[in-house]
């Protein structure tokens, strides 16, 4: 395995020349299609008037949900979100119409045009009052194990709290968007920035009312989609098809920024309440929990992000009473969707608030709970699977040795007593993180590889690159399955006529699923390639035939042919040179009905241990280090996969302090530009970032043993806020502090001296 091939796409990227989908050329022709959005958080529309924007010069119709030819549904798990409003809007940014103009400043003067009177209707923001309202978007969820009730009448401690954390915009560089043309036979072609070419093919053969088959869907790669793009790019897929489609004229469907972050999903906040019992030795004998997910005004995946909290309801410990209840309800915001982590952070926050609101009544470091509790091989998790190949103690072990956490103990206490108005904290936080879709179905995926004569490959498969570096590890499977150059091997885009009814590149599962049905591919290739030499070179069965380097070795030794000329002479004998690859995983299984079962194919573990210092005068504060022990298994590559595990602890460190989404409560986002939404920079990264690659041999169930590492590393974020908020308690001993996240530096600030004098 060659692993010094980086990211194939870093040039590209660097140079400006990686194209997304608004570089593709546009034909002539082209129609600019704008989101005409509703301005009220709920209500029955009473009147909407667009005949004078309609007349506009260079408008060339406007469309509401009556010009939709096939079903105005775009709900992925629940049909339950129209893709224009009809006669109600649920919440702000919904789309309502559509303004096709020959340009795109027409379209933005005809949106000023348009006059729409609605009825007001109740607003509701809060999932605990939706849910008091018995408004929810799906049945909620309950897993069980052991009894908690005996459970809690046996524990010497009980604490109980509640907890909230915040909502993430998924903020990526590209925003969401398509381009489609028209094509012969009625169908239509659509460029869309999408991690699900197949759910915006389903979608739009849905409106159209066509058959899939009409629908062609062609990703080039992504800016960035983060679970943002695993759903909703699905409606502007339908908007720029359906305009082309009906109009027979290229139609481009792009949001600025600002519309993007007004009419998308965005990770789901939660509210949520605990309950943990510990024994005298400090055991967690019991947990209860009972999650309020804010999904909005649509189901969207908001059921399988509900799914996933329960699964990383424990995180990585061993509870042996467990009960965890989630609840998906509607709000009047817009529909909230996947975001990295899937659900999984939303659980783990509550459950590290747990630990630590037990420690500081028990007047005990939090981290000796952790560790006392830390789960191991044949433990069952609450949902019936028993633990295998655990990494968790192992992880936990090497960060406290080889980052010296009791002398950063001391360290800190230290210089505590030294600064009067600079205050650290620290805190270790581990992370256990299921993968597989839990949605068993969808873990398959399929490949296609084609030889060319002269001995190039083109490789399609159903991932999508969208920065993660999964084509330069699709890249990695090829040229080591047939041991020729990276040079030889092209990746196509991700085309649904290519490769058919893929998953969502999601769920940290592309490489493994894709990975592993392209060696399906490459090995049918290989196969034959190899019976060809048996027949060509040798009438031994039992020769070890084997290509290095492109040249073919027979028992060791060189042979007559290299992977050029073996490629000529097959193609010669009429050797199929083209091979489809196919991948399901095995053994996963779950019951819905009992909730228990094997949902995923293995665990990713870790720790990290995060160090903070806290301006006591200003509120501010800097992450001083983040300091992580991965489980990678045996990382195919290890630039990108350090690069997964960076940016997945600034992204999780940006939603635990400084991201903050904020809806007034008629539903409005405040926090709607770049200039009132503050993501992480270079300036707020932390100083350090150390990552040590725990040494394991992988897991056989994962690429070349080499682990899915796109979301679990979003979780080490989540120390953050214990260390900040610990930082905090140094300067104000008696400080009231929520476990409430995002802890930004207003909130530090009033928490340093509340109740004052602190
Ligand atoms: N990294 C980059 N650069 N851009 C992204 O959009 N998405 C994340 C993660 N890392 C993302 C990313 C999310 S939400 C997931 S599920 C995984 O990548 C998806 O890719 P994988 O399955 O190949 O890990
Ligand atoms: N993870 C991410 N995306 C998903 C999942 C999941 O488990 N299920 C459906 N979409
Ligand atoms: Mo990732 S949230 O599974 O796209």
């Not at 489609?180 to 389903?202: C, L, M, W």
């Not at 949001?255 to 949520?272: A, V």
Request: aromatic share 8%.
């Amino acid at each position: 395995m060659d692993n010094t091939i980086g990211n194939i796409d870093a040039a590209g990227h660097v140079t400006g020349r990686s194209i997304y989908v608004d570089d593709i050329p546009v034909m002539e022709g082209m129609l600019f299609v704008k989101v005409f959005d509703s301005p009220i958080a709920h209500g029955r529309i009473i009147s909407i008037d667009f005949s004078a924007a309609e007349q506009m010069e260079g408008i060339v119709k406007i469309f509401s949900y009556k010009d939709i030819p096939g079903q105005n549904q775009i709900g992925g798990i629940i049909p339950d979100e129209p893709l224009l409003a009809d006669h109600e809007v649920h919440y702000r940014g919904q789309p309502v119409l559509l303004i096709v103009a020959e340009n795109e400043d027409t379209a933005e003067e005809a949106f000023k045009e348009i006059k729409i009177e609605i009825e007001p209707l109740p607003i509701i923001t809060d999932p605990r009052d939706a849910f008091a309202q018995g408004k929810l978007l799906s049945p909620s969820r309950k897993f069980v194990m052991g009894d908690v009730k005996t459970a809690f009448s046996n524990c010497k401690y009980i604490f109980e709290g509640q907890t909230e954390s915040g909502g993430q915009e998924q903020l990526y560089l590209e925003t969401q968007g398509a381009y489609a043309y028209p094509n012969e036979h009625d169908s239509v072609k659509i460029f869309s920035s999408t991690q699900g070419p197949t759910q915006v093919q389903r979608t739009v053969a849905r409106v159209l009312g066509v058959g899939m088959n009409k629908v062609e869907v062609d990703v080039p790669r992504l800016g960035g989609g983060f679970g943002g793009k695993e759903d909703q790019a699905s409606s502007w897929g339908a908007m720029a098809a359906m305009v082309a489609w009906i109009l027979k004229r290229p139609a481009k469907c792009i949001p600025h920024r600002m519309e993007d972050m007004r009419m998308t999903g965005k990770r789901n906040p939660y509210s949520s309440d605990f309950k943990i019992g510990l024994d005298g030795d400090l055991k967690i004998i019991a947990y209860e929990a009972t999650f309020y997910q804010n999904g909005g005004a649509a189901a969207d995946l908001s059921p399988a992000i509900l799914e996933r909290t329960l699964f990383h309801a424990t995180n990585s410990y061993h509870i042996p009473h467990v009960t965890v209840t989630a609840h998906s309800c509607k709000t009047n915001l817009p529909p909230n969707t996947a975001f990295r982590g899937f659900g999984g952070p939303q659980g783990m926050f509550v459950m590290e608030a747990a630990i630590d609101h037990a420690a500081k009544s028990l007047k005990v470091d939090p981290d000796i709970i952790q560790r006392k509790n830390m789960m191991d091989n044949g433990d069952e998790l609450p949902y019936g699977q028993i633990i295998k190949e655990c990494q968790a103690k192992n992880c936990w072990d090497e960060a406290t040795d080889i980052y010296n956490v009791e002398s950063v103990k001391k360290e800190v206490e230290w210089f505590n007593t030294q600064n009067q108005f600079y205050k650290k904290g620290w805190s270790l936080m581990p992370v256990c993180f299921g993968i597989s879709f839990t949605n068993t179905m969808m873990n398959q995926a399929r490949a296609l590889v084609h030889v060319y004569s002269d001995g190039t490959v083109g490789v399609s498969t159903g991932a999508v690159e969208m920065g993660q570096g999964v084509n330069s590890k699709m890249l990695q499977v090829v040229a080591t399955c047939f041991g020729i150059s990276p040079q030889k091997i092209k990746l196509e885009t991700t085309n649904t006529t290519r490769v058919a009814n893929t998953s969502p590149s999601a769920a940290s599962s592309t490489a493994d699923l894709n990975g592993k049905a392209l060696l399906d591919a490459c090995n049918q290739i290989k196969e034959r390639l190899f019976s060809f030499i048996k027949t060509e070179l040798t009438d031994n069965e039992d020769e070890i035939i084997e290509i290095k380097d492109e040249v073919v070795y027979i028992n060791d030794e060189a042979s007559i042919f290299n992977w050029k000329n073996l490629i000529q002479q097959a193609f010669m004998k009429r050797i199929n040179l083209s091979a489809k690859g196919h991948y399901a995983t095995p053994i996963i299984n779950f019951d819905k009905t009992i909730e228990k079962g094997h949902p995923f194919a293995y665990h990713v573990y870790g720790t990290a241990l995060t160090i903070v210092t806290v301006d006591c005068l200003r509120g501010t504060y800097e992450i001083d280090a983040v300091k992580v022990v991965h489980d990678f298994g045996s990382s195919m590559n290890r630039s990108v996969d350090l690069g997964q595990c960076e940016g997945g602890i600034v992204q999780g460190i940006g939603w635990m302090t400084m991201e903050e989404i904020i809806y007034n409560e008629e539903g409005k986002l405040l926090s709607n530009a770049l200039s009132t939404y503050k993501i992480p920079d270079i300036y707020s990264v932390p100083k350090t970032l150390d990552v040590k690659f725990l040494n394991t041999d992988g897991n056989d169930m994962a690429i070349f043993k080499s682990k899915a590492v796109g979301e679990p590393p979003l979780m080490y974020g989540i120390g953050a806020y214990f260390a900040i908020r610990n930082a905090v308690l140094a300067f104000n001993p008696a400080a009231d502090i929520a476990y409430a996240a995002p802890i930004t530096p207003e909130k530090v600030l009033m928490a340093l001296y509340n109740p004052v004098g602190g």
